[in-house]
């Protein structure tokens, strides 16, 4: 195993030095008592605390608060009368420039957090002063397998343990004072396959649960639990079969695998990753667990003859002593659309027709709200928060959505509602049982499907999704895209809902599944792929206030039952994180991290903060009476595009060739096109050029982040994206010409 870098400031230095002369002057004093609340001091969180956390209102001791997730506080100093007064309190750098998506924990005056391939930072929670980092030093390569930026969502705090998962699969217990590994183990099982890890581990009991991303290559998916003190494996529960026959790791194989053609396309893996969400309810004694989407996308191709295809797009309900499954609810039979159920799930107590049930809630990526029984897994409702044409609605005798004639797209291009990016992503939803309303970060934006004019061909560790789709919007993936296909966007959109991309913040009241209001946050971008990622994250709290950040950088502070708009603060910084809320010495702070990153990749597009100012990663920390946010400088105005330091080169096919390949491999991190990335690929220097194929296939600037892809691609694939993307710095140029 590689060693770690863990690296302490002075202050930090300081703090363990005055530790020491504490320890001394406890010894000679015998007070034991006053050693065991020095020790508190650092991340001393047992389940009985978590469980307790209503009487410590001033902590966030989860990803989401509480076990529940539920991202409230009851916390009121700052309250929808006093909101406005909310200013600068600190900041902390955390010298990066790739995408923040965690929340912080703050724990009796600690903040612990994480950001892009796994790094953790410890800061002082009053000052904003580090006390320590650690960098698991992963190896920059890869950054290949994230297809989704190289983020991390956070951190999980037990037992004077910080517990944090790299990029590359290996899970880390942190000493919470010192920041030193206390255990480390390999999580992922095959480093043959498109493994990745961006999620957050998970407690239950006295196991850390880790899932895994990578759906979106080769990877079966799976979760794993470890012993919290030790690090031993305790159990690993696989979502799919790995073959029809067996021997299959665990009984529920033998379930899953029925629903599964024995023909399958057993060799890709099949999806089914768990990347995300998942929730402990320490009474029940489950942990819930939701499961990730299918490869291929297309069902046909997956599994020719049909079947549900479990544990995809499922939410599982698992014994976290055992690994043993209590109980399933699929949200998304014979997934088809990359509806992943790994969103958020909220843990709450609802009064419904007449008596008090504990429930589990999700807004999935397929666009239906459910409601489910947390103990028994009983469908309660299900409801459309967002448009929907794949299904007309969800039959609740057997649980299961009923498709419509729009949902299939194998032989012919369909508008499907919602898109791959779901009526809900990743960002999480709140729940504010003040109101009794969810706020959800809602994404009304459909995409057109259709399965491309090739046979699929499995790529081991590559993006293996095959079926193409393209948002349904202007710009990056849209409609310019269509009509290079030959698709009729017209009639394509004909009798379907609204094609305009729009990020709702919508307030849901989970008991009638209705809207109670609802805010257009899609800011300067409505009807623009940008637009469904300008909302960030939400946290809402007793004081009657609902927090959503902007990747234009401002944070919005609204009424909790109302949606009235009641303060903005300039941040400056893009924001896709969701913040949250803690106090310390009377005093309550909000904070949360702020930095673009998720879908878009490092494409930041105009109008947003990290493409005016950059992208450097912050936490920034608010209160009451503050001052402004300081910000970052404006970059210069990219100037016109200059003419290329090349000609043009290569025929119509091989640049078209040079498209497709670009557009599976390429696009997250550079942008369509080449466009608006980092770097942009239209002004690629006479150097850049010649050293083209070094760069994409020999890995000559892997250690700046950019991966080899030589694995992957042969030479005449390298030519073809070269060809392609001088030909779009030629286009880019000759528009600016004909502009002027």
């Known amino acids: 195993m590689r060693a770690r870098r863990h690296v302490q400031s002075p202050q930090h230095l300081r703090l363990a030095a005055l530790v020491v002369v504490a320890f001394a002057t406890i010894f000679v004093a015998g007070a034991a008592e006053s050693q065991n609340t020095q020790q508190r001091e650092f991340a001393a969180i047992d389940v009985e605390r978590l469980t307790k956390v209503a009487e410590e209102p001033g902590q966030w001791l989860t990803g989401g608060r509480d076990l529940d997730q539920s991202y409230f506080s009851p916390l009121t100093g700052i309250n929808d009368e006093n909101v406005t007064r909310l200013g600068y309190a600190w900041q902390f750098d955390t010298d990066t420039t790739n995408g923040l998506e965690a929340t912080p924990i703050v724990v009796d005056g600690v903040m612990y957090t994480s950001g892009p391939w796994g790094v953790v930072y410890a800061v002082d929670a009053a000052t904003g002063e580090k006390l320590w980092t650690f960098d698991p030093e992963v190896d920059r390569q890869f950054a290949r397998f994230a297809c989704c930026g190289i983020v991390n969502r956070g951190v999980s705090v037990q037992n004077g343990k910080v517990y944090v998962a790299s990029l590359d699969g290996?899970?880390?217990?942190?000493?919470?004072?010192?920041?030193?590994?206390?255990?480390?183990?390999k999580t992922l099982f095959d480093d043959s396959r498109g493994y990745s890890i961006t999620g957050a581990p998970y407690t239950a009991g006295d196991v850390v649960v880790i899932g895994n991303s990578g759906g979106e290559y080769d990877a079966r998916g799976y979760i794993s639990a470890y012993d919290i003190d030790t690090g031993e494996l305790r159990w690993r529960f696989f979502t799919v079969p790995a073959s029809a026959e067996g021997p299959h790791e665990h009984p529920e194989l033998e379930v899953a695998a029925k629903t599964w053609d024995p023909d399958s396309l057993w060799e890709v893996g099949l999806g089914g990753t768990v990347w995300d969400g998942m929730a402990y309810d320490p009474e029940l004694d489950l942990l819930y667990v939701g499961v990730g989407n299918s490869t291929p996308y297309a069902r046909k191709v997956r599994s020719p003859k049909g079947g549900d295809n479990?544990?995809?797009?499922?939410?599982?309900?698992?014994?976290?002593?055992?690994?043993?499954?209590?109980?399933?609810?699929?949200?998304?039979?014979?997934?088809?659309?990359?509806?992943?159920?790994?969103?958020k799930m909220i843990l709450a107590e609802l009064e419904i027709d007449g008596r008090e049930r504990k429930v589990l809630m999700q807004a999935p990526k397929n666009g239906f709200f459910y409601v489910l029984d947390r103990e028994t897994g009983e469908l309660i409702s299900a409801e459309p928060y967002v448009p929907v044409n794949w299904a007309s609605h969800v039959d609740m005798t057997t649980g299961r959505p009923v498709e419509t004639d729009q949902a299939e797209y194998f032989d012919e291009p369909k508008l499907i509602f919602p898109s791959p990016a779901g009526g809900h992503n990743w960002q999480p939803m709140a729940f504010n049982p003040g109101t009794g309303l969810v706020y959800i970060p809602a994404l009304e934006v459909g995409a057109v499907f259709q399965i491309p004019d090739r046979e699929f061909k499995y790529v081991p560790r590559g993006m293996n999704t095959y079926s193409l789709f393209s948002f349904s919007v202007d710009g990056p993936m849209g409609i310019s895209v269509l009509a290079a296909r030959g698709l009729d966007w017209n009639a394509l959109k004909e009798g379907q809902p609204d094609p305009t991309a729009r990020s709702i913040l919508r307030a849901w009241d989970p008991v009638t599944q209705s809207e109670r209001w609802q805010v257009n946050v899609s800011g300067p971008f409505e009807g623009q792929f940008a637009a469904i990622w300008n909302g960030s994250g939400i946290m809402t709290t007793a004081g009657n206030l609902v927090f959503q950040g902007r990747t234009t950088g401002e944070?919005?502070?609204?009424?909790?039952?109302?949606?009235?708009?009641?303060?903005?603060?300039?941040?400056?910084?893009?924001?896709?994180?969701?913040?949250?809320?803690?106090?310390?010495?009377?005093?309550?702070?909000?904070?949360?991290?702020?930095?673009?990153?998720?879908?878009?990749?490092?494409?930041?597009?105009?109008?947003?903060?990290?493409?005016?100012?950059?992208?450097?990663?912050?936490?920034?920390?608010?209160?009451?009476?503050?001052?402004?946010?300081?910000?970052?400088?404006?970059?210069?105005?990219?100037?016109?595009?200059?003419?290329?330091?090349?000609e043009r080169r290569g025929d119509t096919e091989t640049i078209a060739s040079g498209e497709a390949l670009f557009e599976q491999h390429c696009t997250r991190c550079h942008g369509s096109s080449g466009v608006g990335g980092v770097p942009d690929l239209r002004s690629m220097s006479a150097r850049v050029h010649d050293r083209f194929d070094d760069i994409l296939l020999r890995g000559a600037l892997s250690g700046r982040g950019m991966a080899s892809f030589g694995d992957l691609l042969e030479e005449a694939d390298s030519e073809a994206i070269h060809a392609f993307l001088i030909d779009r710095s030629w286009r880019a140029f000759e528009e600016a010409q004909n502009d002027q």
Do not use: C
């Open 170 to 185: 290996v899970l880390f217990a942190l000493d919470a004072r010192l920041g030193e590994p206390a255990w480390h183990q």
């Open 310 to 343: 479990l544990y995809l797009a499922s939410i599982l309900a698992i014994r976290p002593a055992t690994g043993k499954l209590v109980w399933h609810y699929q949200t998304t039979p014979a997934e088809n659309w990359d509806y992943t159920a790994t969103q």
């Open 555 to 646: 944070l919005y502070a609204y009424a909790a039952d109302t949606g009235e708009l009641l303060h903005v603060v300039d941040l400056g910084t893009s924001v896709i994180a969701a913040p949250m809320t803690y106090e310390l010495d009377g005093k309550q702070y909000v904070a949360l991290m702020a930095g673009l990153g998720g879908a878009g990749g490092r494409a930041h597009f105009p109008g947003t903060a990290a493409a005016a100012r950059g992208n450097a990663g912050r936490i920034i920390a608010l209160t009451l009476d503050g001052g402004d946010v300081p910000k970052p400088p404006l970059r210069r105005p990219a100037p016109p595009p200059g003419r290329p330091s090349v």
